[in-house]
């Protein structure tokens, strides 16, 4: 079991956010939490089962500027 978590600026939300939900659609994994900031930074954290999924995920959410993530394992 993995944990990716995924941090993104207000502005990348405002500009990817339909492009990142269609992105973690893609992957059979569960968002554990998902929390908005005052400053309208995001911080969003999902379970996923496979490894090569979760590294796959982390390399797909750097695609979208503004947009950090990593993973560990659960």
Same mark, same amino acid.
């Given at each position: 079991?993995?944990? #990716? ?24 994994? $569960? ?7 005052? $400053?309208?930074?995001?911080?969003? #954290?999902?379970?996923?089962? $496979? #490894?090569? $999924? ?10 979208? #500027? ?9």
């Amino acid at each position: 079991m993995w944990k #990716v978590n995924v941090t993104c600026s207000g502005q990348a939300w405002k500009i990817y956010g339909s492009e990142f939900k269609a992105l973690a659609d893609k992957y059979s994994g $569960d968002c554990i939490t998902s929390k908005k900031m005052p $400053d309208g930074q995001r911080i969003m #954290v999902y379970k996923i089962e $496979d #490894v090569s $999924d979760a590294e796959s995920f982390v390399e797909e959410c750097q695609q979208f #500027v503004g947009f950090s993530s990593d993973f560990e394992s659960l």
